[in-house]
């Protein structure tokens, strides 16, 4: 496991090439497809989709302490699509916030890793998430806040485009230009699907930059899965005043497994025994 020491992060804009970055992405998406079918459980289409991003996040981007979950001076980051926690668990144990091994509790009934975030169980998790639509209400309301109180840390919500489709979704989007909140930025999961289908085919958001950029966001549109333009959007994202970001990341569902890629029906269920052996070895584990 590659380890940093919680000093690390307490600052933006870390020194980690892509290369790296990679190599932990494709042992957060091993750690998906191990604790969703442990428990034959959980979400690991959208997870894997979401990976790229959220690692990038936390290991370049967002200003946070492992060791002070609550630190003042943090960024947050609000998983509005609560159900890919997968990927953001593991991410949270990769850096420190609790011992790697939590990752077995998954979706146990006494455990602490429950199948939507949990703030009152899981350290690191910024607010309870899982009704989709409402946690992006919550970013703006941080966002608000710390613009009150004059502070200089951001606030990052990820959302899905199934969630989009949520009126409480474009409430919040309103909100967040009318008070030029310039220190949030929002991600759009952008991999086109949700569990009935395609996203077009089901309730269409399209065209989405134009929306956002109606609605008075700044938009800025890119491959999610390149680190390269990950890093570039969320520095952009840092530049932009008077305006919240919106960053459309095109992605993949079920990305870094073949035979999971672009299908819908592996947005909220594990893979059986066999399988699983199979995505693993795709992701270079010896099995």
Known sequence: MIRFEPSFFTERNRDIDEATLSVIAREVRKDILKMTSAVNSGHPGGAMSATDIIVTLYYYKMRHNPEDPKWEKRDRFV?????????????????????????????????????????????????????????????????????????????????????????????????????????????????????????????????????????????????????GEIKAALDEADTVKYKPTMIVAKTVKGKGVSFMENRAEWHGKALPPDLLREALKELGEIV
């Open 79 to 227: 998983l509005s699509k609560g159900h890919v926690c997968p990927a953001l668990y593991s991410v949270l144990a990769r850096t420190g916030y609790f011992p790697f091994e939590k990752l077995n509790e998954f979706r146990r009934i006494d455990g602490d890793l429950q199948g939507h975030p949990d703030m009152r169980k899981t350290p690191g998790i910024e607010i309870s998430t899982g009704s989709l639509g409402h946690g992006i209400g919550a970013a703006v309301g941080m966002a608000l806040a710390l613009k009150l109180d004059k502070s200089d840390s951001r606030v990052y919500c990820m959302i899905g485009d199934g969630e989009a489709q949520e009126g409480s979704v474009w409430e919040a989007t309103m909100a967040a230009s009318h008070y030029n909140l310039d220190n949030l930025c929002v991600i759009l999961d952008n991999n086109n699907l949700q569990i009935d289908g395609p996203v077009d085919e089901i309730m269409s958001i399209y065209p989405m930059m134009e929306k956002w950029r109606a609605f008075g966001w700044h938009v800025i549109e890119i491959n999610g899965h390149d680190f």
